[in-house]
């Protein structure tokens, strides 16, 4: 399928890894400061290029697809799911950041990138220069906090964590269907008008690889194993993350929906991390295309800062 190119001015390449093939796009001069801009599900890389080309005037901009989605390699299944927890991602990020000379970079991630971005900060101190996690909190506390009224909102962590093939047949069976609903439902409109057509071309070109869909389902099953079980561990042992960090959070997003309502995301992350702070995106979950512009002023502010 021929789709649009959202990254004018970018370039395109595939980095090669110790177990994958990872496509990215790259803007702005090489001697800025690096800066790798992750994605979440259901989405790729193209979920940035509203605020990429903004971001590239003042940093080196690295924009990857995750292992498994958009234009990046499928890996073999594992029995643990190993091939897509957020450890093995993470060792992506950095392979793709020392084959381009930085051995440290700062990091955004949405989703679940920001469960490879913590990760990647907890397994790897010194490596990140700044950190910003955008709309999540921690993988295990978002297990802890299912009460019936928010495992009702997050289904999808239940339904795509289970047994292979189930989801996978549901999901391959009207794909766009379901990608156009969860899209939908998780913005604060509840409809699709903060996507553009070519994001979503992109995002409906990968969901319909039945390869892609079982990869995301795959992402879900480690998130409830191994990933939750190294938060677990990290957090009984009191390893914080070093560099400063950043939360954002939709007003109208996921995580403000879980648990105490006076509670934010920003309370939790005071857990995991020496040097925190946070605000709040007048959006739902999908703040980057929900909120360009109050979304850009808050990275700019943040990793534009000392």
């Known amino acids: 399928m021929d789709l649009p190119d959202l990254f004018p001015g970018f370039a395109a390449k595939t980095f090669h890894t110790d177990e994958a093939r990872i496509f990215a796009r790259i803007g702005g001069s090489e001697t800025a400061p690096p800066l790798v801009l992750l994605h979440g599900f259901p989405q790729t890389h193209v979920m940035w290029a509203g605020i990429a080309g903004a971001l590239a005037e003042l940093f080196r901009v690295i924009v990857p697809d995750?292992?498994?989605?958009?234009?990046?390699?499928?890996?073999?299944?594992?029995?643990?799911?190993?091939?897509?927890?957020?450890?093995?991602?993470?060792?992506?990020?950095?392979?793709?950041?020392?084959?381009?000379?930085?051995?440290?970079?700062?990091?955004?991630?949405?989703?679940?990138?920001?469960?490879?971005?913590?990760?990647?900060?907890?397994?790897?101190?010194?490596?990140?220069?700044?950190?910003?996690?955008l709309d999540i909190v921690p993988t295990s506390a978002m297990w802890a906090s299912m009460n019936a009224g928010f495992a009702m909102k997050v289904y999808h962590w239940m339904f795509l964590a289970q047994p292979s093939p189930l989801p996978e047949t549901l999901i391959t069976g009207a794909p766009v269907a379901y990608l156009n609903h969860t899209l939908a439902s998780w913005t604060a409109t509840k409809s699709l008008a903060s996507f553009s057509s070519g994001a979503l071309a992109h995002y409906r070109a990968a969901i319909s690889v039945p390869e892609r869909v079982a990869a995301m389902c795959e992402d879900y099953r480690a998130g409830y194993g191994l990933d939750r079980a190294r938060d677990e561990a990290d957090r009984a042992a009191g390893r914080r993350i070093g560099c400063p960090t950043l939360v954002l959070w939709g007003n109208a997003g996921l995580p403000a929906s879980?648990?105490?309502?006076?509670?934010?995301?920003?309370?939790?992350?005071?857990?995991?991390?020496?040097?925190?702070?946070?605000?709040?995106?007048?959006?739902?979950?999908f703040m980057v295309e929900e909120n360009p512009d109050e979304t850009l002023h808050a990275l700019v502010r943040f990793f534009g800062a000392g």
């Open 258 to 285: 879980a648990g105490d309502p006076e509670s934010t995301p920003l309370a939790e992350w005071r857990h995991w991390a020496g040097t925190v702070s946070g605000e709040p995106i007048a959006s739902g979950h």
């Open 66 to 133: 995750l292992r498994g989605y958009g234009w990046s390699e499928v890996v073999e299944p594992a029995p643990d799911h190993e091939q897509m927890s957020k450890r093995a991602m993470a060792l992506d990020v950095i392979s793709m950041m020392e084959q381009l000379g930085h051995a440290q970079f700062a990091l955004a991630g949405h989703d679940r990138g920001g469960r490879v971005a913590y990760r990647l900060a907890l397994d790897h101190p010194g490596r990140l220069s700044k950190l910003v996690m």
